[in-house]
Antibody, heavy 125, light 108 residues
Framework: QLQLQESGPGQVKPSETLSLTCTVSGDSISKSGYYWAWIRQPPGKGLEWIGHIYYIGVTYYNPSLKSRLTISVDTSKKQFSLKLTSVTAADTAVYYC?????????????????WGQGTLVTVSS | EIVLTQSPGTLSLSPGERATLSCRASQSVSSTYLAWYQQKPGQAPRLLIYGTSSRATGIPDRFSGSGSGTDFTLSISRVEPEDFAVYYCQQYGSSPLTFGGGTKVEIK
């Protein structure tokens, strides 16, 4: 059974960099046709797609975050990571990692069929 | 960016009743690229429906999805106690991926 687990600091100071890692277990992170995504949810609000990555390192970012965002993958550790720079209080949210499964091989967008439990990151001094 | 508007914001129902949740898109979405999720308090979302009408693994058949173009619907034939939650639609036909604002199904 595929499992994902987020890890990283629960609090980040304004203007600093938010860094999170997602560890994948129960299946290969290098499996063809699957992507690895980050989604966030501010407290009491809805879901926002941050971006996703293919195991060879190809990335897809939300334009609203692109200038501050880096997503990377380490297949040897079965992990993928998120770095978001210059954070503000608006970046306070529960951050989820998830597997993204496109409906066809040539498509790079898809539904999110496995999720981590999420980790709350608070931006505060 | 495709904006998804869900209605109603809150749906108050008794167990056993039928639930009908709406998701309206600002632009046409291919039916291949519309999903629904359930989220309970303190939990991650769970995929219910993908491709407008295909149930994800392990999802009971009381959940069904339908629609096309800009109007999509999630139906729960008879709401069970464990179905009280927030439901989100999501489109993946164009970037950026977007979610609706959610419909809360609460106990009447």
């Amino acid at each position: 059974q595929l499992q994902l687990q987020e890890s990283g600091p629960g609090q980040v100071k304004p203007s600093e960099t938010l860094s999170l890692t997602c560890t994948v277990s129960g299946d290969s992170i290098s499996k063809s046709g699957y992507y690895w995504a980050w989604i966030r949810q501010p407290p009491g609000k809805g879901l926002e797609w941050i971006g996703h990555i293919y195991y060879i390192g190809v990335t897809y970012y939300n334009p609203s975050l692109k200038s501050r965002l880096t997503i990377s993958v380490d297949t040897s550790k079965k992990q993928f990571s998120l770095k978001l720079t210059s954070v503000t209080a608006a970046d306070t949210a529960v951050y989820y990692c998830a597997r993204l499964t496109p409906p066809f091989e040539i498509v790079v967008l898809g539904a999110l069929d496995y999720w981590g439990q999420g980790t709350l990151v608070t931006v505060s001094s | 960016e495709i904006v998804l508007t869900q209605s109603p914001g809150t749906l108050s129902l008794s167990p056993g009743e039928r639930a009908t949740l709406s998701c309206r898109a600002s632009q046409s979405v291919s039916s291949t690229y519309l999903a629904w999720y359930q989220q309970k308090p303190g939990q991650a979302p769970r995929l219910l429906i993908y491709g407008t009408s295909s149930r994800a693994t392990g999802i009971p058949d009381r959940f069904s999805g339908s629609g096309s173009g800009t109007d999509f619907t999630l139906s729960i034939s008879r709401v069970e106690p464990e179905d009280f939650a927030v439901y989100y639609c999501q489109q993946y036909g164009s970037s950026p991926l977007t979610f609706g604002g959610g419909t809360k199904v609460e106990i009447k």
